[in-house]
């Protein structure tokens, strides 16, 4: 083989085709990453779009409490027949003497007989806080504002914590007994528990003297 040949035969080798390019794909994508400011108010790197549970209730609760004080209607006046489909969830209010603190299961309550009625409420004391009436009572808070249904069930949560927070761990209900107290709250969908009792997580508690 000659020289000239050697060389076209090492051009062929060395290239022989056209142009190929390859793409490398990212098996990831991309998330913009923010500093925001938490509850507490220390800084933090967080994900924008993730939902934060107790940042929506910081920010919610001050807005659902004046909803409450502005809407809240006689608890009295609500009432459910027995057997009686459920209703809407709601903001109530009442006042009345405390009967009994009973806190034999973790969802503790204080029982309270009505002055205007014989109707005895059972506001939720904790330490564990059940239900979704402070959410589905907001006129402000809808399914359509979350993503999903572990966003809306974990605001509703996130309420019931601030309740807990603000509203009931300060109280020493121990010493309320006997005493007259004004509330307001929400009640649920089927708020009448089967001791005939009508269930409220507060949003406002405290002692009175006098009847509404």
Do not use: C
């Amino acid at each position: 083989m000659t020289a000239d040949r050697r060389a076209t035969a090492v051009k062929m080798l060395v290239w022989s085709g056209p142009v190929v390019l390859v793409a490398i794909l990212r098996p990831w994508t991309v998330r913009h990453i923010e500093t925001d400011t938490t509850v507490d108010g220390r800084r933090s790197t967080v994900d924008s779009r993730v939902f934060d549970p107790a940042r929506f209730a910081a920010s919610a609760w001050p807005r659902l409490v004046g909803e409450a004080n502005n809407t809240a209607v006689n608890v009295s006046d609500i009432v459910p027949a027995p057997g009686a489909p459920p209703s809407q969830a709601r903001f109530v209010k009442g006042v009345g003497m405390v009967t009994s603190v009973d806190r034999r299961s973790r969802v503790g309550v204080m029982l309270v007989r009505l002055v205007s009625s014989s109707q005895v409420v059972a506001i939720q004391i904790g330490p564990v806080m059940r239900g979704t009436a402070l959410r589905d009572a907001s006129g402000f808070i809808q399914f359509s504002d979350f993503t999903n249904q572990s966003e809306y069930a974990a605001a509703a949560n996130a309420l019931n914590e601030s309740a807990l927070r603000l509203v009931i761990a300060p109280v020493e209900f121990e010493t309320l007994t006997g005493q007259v107290v004004s509330f307001v709250g929400a009640v649920g969908k089927s708020p009448m528990r089967e001791d005939g009792a009508i269930e409220v997580v507060p949003v406002r508690l405290g002692v009175s003297v006098g009847a509404q």
